[in-house]
């Protein structure tokens, strides 16, 4: 089946710890986007790509860090700098310009 | 400022109502408009693109008003699965770039 992949579900961050979240497509889109969710906020976007090897900030990147290497894959970490981490993240993919089709999501939580 | 503004709710109707949600935006230059649905602790899913000319998907209609900067959304004949959060979405960019401004959403719950 034709989709975008997150893992984990579910994940915990000790303090001054990085996490990588993983985000994978099977569409063949270009563009691919990490977005955060607060409970009762909209989504906020923190990277985008619409190419391999290149990306670009979105509004709230302080704290984390991305890569596309390849078509299907864009990873998300979330380093010790950023202090508020817990958060909903989702992942979503799009032929650039088009609509976004959205992973399920990754529930990150500091311990 | 980019902002998209919609009535939190919560919209409590029972089954069989018409409700409409409305939302605003405040970039003149926006592009592209959709409605998204988002079920408690799942991704947003898209609903509907929103044209100018207005559109219809069975229950579900959308409308968009350039001059007013405003959108909305109606659904007739409400039923039980209809409750979740609707996302109003607005692309400043309409391509090149891709990424979407989304408001906080509106959640409605129809009860039997």
């Known amino acids: 089946d034709g989709g975008i992949t997150q893992s984990p579900k579910y994940l915990f961050r000790k303090e001054g710890q990085n996490v990588t979240l993983s985000c994978e497509q099977n569409l063949n889109h270009d563009a691919m986007y990490w977005y955060r969710q607060d409970p009762g906020q909209g989504l906020r976007l923190i990277y985008y790509?619409?190419?391999?090897?290149?990306?670009q900030k979105g509004d709230i990147a302080e704290g984390y860090s991305v890569s596309r290497e390849k078509k299907e894959s864009f990873p998300l970490t979330v380093t010790s700098a950023q202090k508020n981490p817990t958060a909903f993240y989702l992942c979503?993919?799009?032929?650039?310009?088009?609509?976004?089709?959205f992973g399920a999501g990754t529930r990150l939580s500091v311990l | 400022r980019k902002e998209v503004e919609q009535d939190p709710g919560p919209f409590n109707v029972p089954e069989g109502a018409t409700v409409a949600f409305n939302c605003t935006y405040s970039n003149s230059a926006s592009q592209s408009f959709f409605w998204y649905r988002q079920d408690c602790r799942k991704e947003p899913k898209l609903l509907m693109s929103?044209?100018?000319s207005g559109n219809e998907d069975g229950r579900f209609t959308a409308q968009l008003n350039r001059a007013s900067q405003y959108i909305s959304l109606l659904i007739r004949d409400s039923k039980l699965s209809d409750s979740a959060t609707y996302l109003c979405?607005?692309?400043?960019?309409?391509?090149?770039?891709?990424?979407?401004?989304f408001g906080k959403g509106t959640k409605l719950s129809v009860k039997p």
């Open positions: 929103v044209y100018s």
């Open positions: 979405v607005v692309s400043l960019y309409g391509g090149s770039q891709g990424n979407l401004i």
């Open positions: 979503a993919s799009s032929i650039v310009g088009d609509i976004q089709y």
């Open positions: 790509s619409q190419i391999v090897n290149d990306f």
